[in-house]
C-alpha cells in the first residue's frame, strides 16, 4: 500500500507535465492524454521497479512518446481517447503567441518538435534528451540546432539555414 | 530568438495544459493498468493454446506418419516452418541430479543444423542452441530433446539458473528469446531502440546486462541493461575515462554489484578490464579501471569475458592476425581485479608481451569457459592443419595441461560453444564437416571425447 502511495504521488505531480510536453508533439490534448494515461497505467504494473530509478518521469514520458508515435494508430486512437478520456478538457482561450507556436510546431517534423519540447518544455538537457529518446548526444544537438532554425522560420524569425551537411551529427 | 525567450514561450504553451488538465484519480489508473494485465494474459493464454493445439497436431501427424505401415517414409525433419516458436503443453517434469531440473520436451529432435552454444549448470543439465534450435538435457546429455524450432539462428544462451534463460540470435532477425519454465516455454522479447544485442548476461532473473551494435554496426557495440527480464532494454554509457570510440566486448556479473566489462579502442591498439564500482543504483554502474592490456599498437580485435564467482573473471583478449596466427591471451584475476595474470597467450605473435607464458591451444583463439577462480576450458584451432580443434584446461598457479585434439567438430564453422562444470566434465558444440549439430562430452578434462546426438 505504501507503494500504491508512492505512485499516487509520482502521478499526480507529474501528469499534467507530461501531458502538456506531449501535446506539444502530438498536437491534441485528447492524444496526449490518452497516451499519458497509458504510460502510467503500465507504469503501475512496474511501480516496484521504476521507484528505483533516478528519474521514473523519463520512462513514463519515453512510453507514452512511443505509444503517440505511429501515425497509423492515431486515428482509431483518437476514437478510443475519445471514447477514455472524452472531451477535451476547458482549456483558457489561447493568446495569440500559443497559437502561433502551435500553428508553427504544428509544421516542423515529428523528431524536431520532440527535441524542442524536451528541452525548451521539459527543461532537459542534452544528455536528459538523448537518454528519453535513446538516441547519441550528437544526434540531439544536430537535430535540436536544425529544429530550432525551423522554428524560427516558421515563427517568421531570423532563423539561420542549417550548415549542408552539418546536420545529425553521429557518434563514432 | 534567444534561448530564454524560446523557454518562455514553449512554457506560455504548455502552461495552460498542464494547469488544464483534470487527471483521473490514481486509482482509476493502477485499474486501467489491471486491465491491460488482464488483457495481455488472457492474450498469450489464448496464444499459447492455439499454438500448443498446432504443436500437438504436428507431433501426432510425424507419428503417424512414421507408424504408418503404408507411409513408410523418411523421419520428417524439424523445420522452422513447421514447429512453433513454443514446445506444446509441459509434460511431468523428470528430475535431474540437482533436483531442480525441469525438462519436458515435447518436440522431436530432428535434424540438427549448426550448433554454436552450450551450457551446462550441473552435471545433468544443460541447454544447446543453435540455427533453429534449443536443445535440452536433464542427465547429462545421453538424451538430447528440443525446446525449440523457430528460424532463429541463435548464436548464445544465458541460464541464470535452472528456470530463467536466454538466447540471442542475429540472423534473420535480431531476437532475444526468453524463458521463465527452464525452457518449456520460450518467448520473444525485446531489442533495444536502435541497436541489435549481441549478447546478454542476467545477475537476477529479472536483472541484466547486454552488448549492442548501434546501428547494427560492430564497430559501434555498446553496454544495455533491462530490469524487466529482457522486455526492454536501455543504453548505458561507457566507462567515463575509455574515450571515444570505445567499443564494448562483453560483460558478466556474478551478483548484483560484482561485475567485470571489458571494452578496447575501435581505433586500434589496447584494450580495458573495468571493475565495477561497489554499490550500484539501480542499472547505472560505476565503473574503475582494472587493467589496461597495451598491444605496442598491434589491434585488438575482440574480447570474451566470463565470471567465476566472487572477485573472479577470466578475460580472453584478441588481436590481429600474421602468417596464419590470430593473437591472443587469456588472463584471469582471483582478487578482485587488484592483479591479473596472463594465464595462456598465442607465443607466435604476443611472445614479447607476455614472455614466458604457456603456448595456447591453436593459431586462432576459441570459446573459453570458466570453471573456477583457478581454472578455465580453452579451445582454439589450427586453420593450417586442416581445421584442427583443440582443447586445453587452462590453470591459473600452475602448469596447464596439454593442448588435445577435439575431433569431429569443424572449427570454420565458428563459434563452438564449450561448458565445463569442473575440470574434468565439460562439453562442446558445434558442427560438423556435413553441416550437422555436434556435440561431445568429455569426463577426463579432454583427454577423450564421446559424441552425443547421434
Redesign the interface.
Known amino acids: 500500500m505504501a507503494d500504491d502511495g508512492e505512485f499516487d504521488h509520482f502521478y499526480l505531480r507529474t501528469y499534467g507535465r507530461v501531458v502538456a510536453e506531449l501535446y506539444g508533439v502530438v498536437g491534441s490534448v485528447q492524444e496526449a492524454e490518452d497516451a499519458v494515461q497509458e504510460a502510467f497505467a503500465r507504469a503501475s504494473l512496474r511501480w516496484q521497479r521504476l521507484r528505483d530509478y533516478d528519474h521514473p518521469d523519463a520512462w513514463v514520458r519515453r512510453v507514452a512518446l512511443n505509444l503517440a508515435t505511429s501515425s497509423l494508430r492515431r486515428t482509431s486512437r483518437k476514437l478510443a481517447a475519445y471514447r477514455r478520456v472524452g472531451p477535451p478538457a476547458p482549456v483558457p482561450p489561447p493568446s495569440e503567441e500559443r497559437v502561433m507556436l502551435h500553428q508553427a510546431l504544428g509544421r516542423l517534423r515529428r523528431h524536431q518538435r520532440e527535441v524542442l519540447v524536451l528541452h525548451y518544455l521539459a527543461d532537459l538537457s542534452v544528455e536528459e534528451i538523448a537518454r528519453v529518446l535513446q538516441i547519441p548526444t550528437g544526434t540531439v544537438k544536430g537535430r535540436l540546432f536544425r529544429a530550432r532554425a525551423a522554428l524560427e522560420r516558421e515563427l517568421g524569425g531570423s532563423g539561420e539555414e542549417p550548415v549542408p551537411g552539418g546536420n545529425e551529427v553521429r557518434h563514432a | 530568438?534567444r534561448d530564454d525567450e524560446?523557454?518562455r514561450?514553449?512554457?506560455?504553451?504548455?502552461?495552460?495544459?498542464?494547469?488544464?488538465?483534470?487527471?483521473?484519480t490514481?486509482a482509476q489508473?493502477?485499474h486501467?493498468?489491471?486491465r491491460?494485465?488482464r488483457r495481455v494474459a488472457l492474450a498469450s493464454t489464448m496464444a499459447v493454446l492455439i499454438v500448443a493445439a498446432a504443436g500437438v497436431g504436428v507431433v501426432q501427424a510425424r507419428n503417424l506418419s512414421r507408424t504408418s505401415p503404408t507411409h513408410p517414409g523418411p523421419e520428417p525433419a524439424v523445420t522452422s516452418a513447421s514447429v512453433p516458436l513454443t514446445t506444446s503443453p509441459p509434460a511431468p517434469p523428470t528430475s535431474g541430479a540437482t533436483g531442480q531440473a525441469t525438462t519436458a520436451t515435447t518436440l522431436p529432435l530432428g535434424t540438427v543444423g549448426e550448433l554454436h552454444a552450450i551450457q551446462f549448470l550441473s552435471a545433468t543439465q544443460g541447454w544447446a542452441a543453435g540455427r533453429g534450435a534449443i536443445l535440452v538435457t536433464s542427465d547429462g546429455g545421453q538424451h538430447w530433446g528440443r525446446q525449440y524450432g523457430g528460424n532463429a539462428n541463435l548464436l548464445t544462451i544465458d541460464f541464470f539458473d535452472a528456470r530463467h534463460g536466454w538466447a540471442v540470435a542475429t540472423d534473420p532477425a535480431p531476437t532475444l528469446l526468453g524463458t521463465s519454465d527452464a525452457g518449456q516455454h520460450w518467448r520473444a522479447l525485446g531489442e533495444?531502440?536502435?541497436g541489435t544485442l549481441g549478447k546478454v548476461h542476467f545477475d537476477t532473473a529479472?536483472q541484466g546486462f547486454g552488448v549492442a551494435a548501434?546501428n547494427s554496426s560492430p564497430?559501434?557495440t555498446r553496454l544495455v541493461a533491462t530490469?524487466?527480464g529482457g522486455a526492454t532494454w536501455?543504453?548505458l554509457p561507457t566507462p567515463s575515462g575509455a574515450g571515444?570510440?570505445t567499443v564494448v566486448s562483453d560483460v558478466c556479473f556474478s551478483h548484483p554489484g560484482d561485475g567485470w566489462l571489458v571494452t578496447s579502442s575501435?581505433t586500434g591498439a589496447g584494450g580495458t578490464v573495468w571493475r565495477s564500482a561497489g554499490a550500484s543504483?539501480?542499472l547505472?554502474i560505476a565503473w574503475h579501471r582494472s587493467y589496461q592490456l597495451n598491444t605496442g599498437g598491434d589491434p585488438v580485435t575482440g574480447a570474451q569475458l566470463q565470471c567465476a564467482g566472487p572477485g573472479s573473471a577470466w578475460v580472453q583478449v584478441a588481436g590481429g592476425g600474421a602468417a596464419g596466427h590470430i593473437a591472443y591471451v587469456l588472463l584471469n584475476t582471483r582478487n578482485g581485479g587488484t592483479t591479473w595474470k596472463a594465464v595462456l597467450v598465442n607465443q607466435f605473435t604476443w611472445r614479447l608481451l607476455f614472455p614466458g607464458v604457456p603456448d595456447g591451444p591453436g593459431s586462432y583463439p576459441g570459446p573459453f569457459s570458466a570453471v573456477s577462480p583457478t581454472a578455465a576450458f580453452a579451445l582454439g584451432s589450427t586453420p593450417p592443419a586442416g581445421d584442427l580443434l583443440s582443447g586445453m584446461l587452462a590453470t591459473a598457479g600452475a602448469t596447464p595441461g596439454p593442448a588435445r585434439k577435439v575431433p569431429a567438430l569443424s572449427a570454420m564453422r565458428t563459434p563452438q560453444g564449450v561448458s565445463f562444470v569442473s575440470a574434468t566434465a565439460g562439453w562442446v558444440a558445434g558442427t560438423d564437416s556435413t553441416g550437422h549439430g555436434v556435440i561431445l562430452a568429455t569426463t577426463d578434462g579432454g583427454q577423450s571425447w564421446k559424441a552425443q546426438l547421434s
Open positions: 530568438m524560446l523557454r514561450l514553449f512554457q506560455m504553451f504548455g502552461d495552460p495544459v498542464a494547469d488544464a488538465v483534470n487527471p483521473p490514481p489508473i493502477r486501467r493498468g489491471q491491460r494485465r533495444p531502440s536502435g529479472s548501434r564497430r559501434d530490469g524487466d536501455r543504453w571515444a570510440g575501435s543504483s539501480g547505472t
